[in-house]
């Protein structure tokens, strides 16, 4: 693999309460190459999308980035000054949110956004933005983009204000895309067409992907590795190929065989036994131990070291052992 071109080393992300601060984010390392696409995965509350505001400062009080490095580029983000910052995102950096409402101004219109977008980073004519933006809209699917760019976020349905925040990001073609479960509202064909165009994208010009999503059907066949979170820590890492047909850590396989693909028509739905643990209530040892169907005395005791061999990366006393699982 190339050098990464965003590079994350032991992000601790906490949020201060009353009763103290609490990390969300607990010592995180990853990193995304030019070209490739790597999915990040994990339960509701696990730190997938803090992890994610958190590499482009996007952290309001009481949350505060408290430890690590985000190196872009060979850039340390944490160090930048705010001017720096805002001059890299939607440029270098796109991050596509979750909620469009977080992106779209309601009091512009489509055409307005989406031209200062480009603007905003590109010696050219509004003319010229403004073509660009129509492209873009056709690219996600949108069908008469120009007279859709004349239009407010009001007259847009929730999935094509989201599909215009996606048409936004890909705009300036940024060195890094940092998609934030951005297709779970959209159909079946539209998220294919999207998965389509940010493969794409990807693949001709290099730009890096971090995809945070639940949807492991969608990290199948959109990602190159994939990185498994559980309370605020990676705890698999790798290729996806490897990571989805051999698990090591039971986190990971429980996933997998919640998925309904694996279950039969009328079978009821598997699922992991108990609820992730609140970010002021995480067990001692292994954060995993009480929903562990591998627990053993150990894990109470420490929170395992990552370890693995090659680029498959596992936290885990007692993994899975290789072919249990297929």
Same mark, same amino acid.
């Given at each position: 693999?190339?050098?990464?071109?965003?590079?994350?080393?032991?992000?601790?992300?906490?949020?201060?309460?009353?009763?103290?601060?609490w990390?969300?984010?607990?010592?995180?390392?990853?990193?995304?190459?030019?070209?490739?696409?790597?999915? +990040?995965?994990?339960?509701?509350?696990?730190?997938?999308?803090?992890?994610?505001?958190?590499?482009?400062?996007? *952290?309001?009080?009481?949350?505060?980035?408290?430890?690590?490095?985000v190196?872009?580029?060979?850039?340390?983000?944490?160090?930048?000054?705010?001017?720096?910052?805002?001059?890299?995102?939607?440029?270098?950096?796109?991050?596509?949110?979750?909620?469009?409402?977080m992106?779209?101004?309601?009091?512009?219109?489509?055409?307005?956004?989406?031209?200062?977008?480009?603007?905003?980073?590109?010696?050219?004519?509004?003319?010229?933005?403004?073509?660009?933006?129509?492209?873009?809209?056709?690219?996600?699917?949108?069908?008469?983009?120009?007279?859709? +760019?004349?239009?407010?976020p009001?007259?847009?349905?929730?999935?094509?204000?989201?599909?215009?925040? *996606?048409?936004?990001? +890909?705009?300036?073609?940024?060195?890094?895309?940092?998609?934030?479960?951005?297709?779970?509202?959209l159909?079946?064909?539209?998220?294919?067409?999207?998965?389509?165009?940010?493969?794409?994208?990807?693949r001709?010009?290099?730009?890096?992907?971090?995809?945070?999503?639940?949807?492991?059907?969608?990290?199948?066949?959109?990602?190159?590795?994939?990185?498994?979170?559980?309370?605020?820590r990676?705890?698999?890492?790798?290729?996806?190929?490897?990571?989805?047909?051999?698990?090591?850590?039971?986190?990971?396989?429980?996933?997998?065989?919640?998925? !309904?693909?694996?279950?039969?028509?009328?079978?009821r +739905?598997?699922?992991?036994?108990?609820?992730?643990?609140?970010?002021? !209530?995480?067990?001692?040892?292994?954060?995993?131990?009480?929903?562990?169907?591998?627990?053993?005395?150990?894990?109470?005791?420490s929170?395992?070291?990552?370890?693995?061999?090659?680029?498959?990366?596992?936290?885990?006393?007692?993994?899975?052992?290789?072919?249990?699982?297929?």
């Amino acid at each position: 693999m190339s050098d990464p071109l965003l590079d994350v080393r032991g992000l601790r992300t906490v949020f201060h309460a009353l009763d103290g601060a609490w990390p969300a984010v607990d010592g995180v390392d990853l990193s995304v190459s030019r070209g490739e696409v790597l999915g +990040l995965v994990g339960e509701s509350g696990s730190g997938k999308s803090v992890t994610g505001f958190s590499l482009v400062r996007l *952290i309001d009080p009481p949350g505060e980035i408290v430890a690590g490095t985000v190196s872009f580029g060979g850039e340390d983000l944490r160090a930048a000054s705010e001017e720096r910052l805002r001059s890299l995102r939607g440029d270098r950096i796109a991050m596509i949110f979750q909620d469009p409402l977080m992106t779209l101004n309601p009091v512009l219109s489509i055409g307005e956004q989406m031209s200062e977008a480009i603007l905003e980073h590109r010696d050219c004519s509004r003319e010229e933005a403004l073509g660009e933006a129509a492209k873009a809209l056709a690219r996600v699917g949108i069908s008469s983009p120009e007279a859709r +760019l004349k239009q407010f976020p009001h007259e847009f349905s929730g999935g094509m204000r989201q599909r215009v925040a *996606i048409a936004t990001a +890909l705009l300036n073609a940024p060195d890094l895309i940092i998609a934030d479960e951005p297709t779970t509202a959209l159909d079946v064909t539209i998220q294919s067409q999207i998965l389509f165009e940010v493969q794409k994208l990807a693949r001709e010009t290099g730009t890096a992907v971090l995809w945070i999503t639940h949807d492991l059907a969608v990290v199948a066949e959109l990602a190159d590795r994939v990185a498994v979170m559980y309370a605020g820590r990676v705890v698999e890492i790798g290729p996806v190929d490897e990571v989805l047909d051999q698990p090591r850590h039971p986190y990971t396989l429980g996933l997998l065989h919640s998925s !309904a693909a694996n279950v039969l028509p009328g079978e009821r +739905l598997n699922q992991i036994d108990g609820v992730a643990p609140r970010i002021d !209530a995480r067990p001692s040892g292994c954060p995993f131990r009480p929903r562990c169907p591998r627990v053993q005395p150990v894990c109470a005791i420490s929170d395992p070291e990552t370890t693995g061999e090659g680029a498959h990366r596992f936290r885990c006393h007692n993994p899975v052992p290789v072919g249990e699982a297929a």
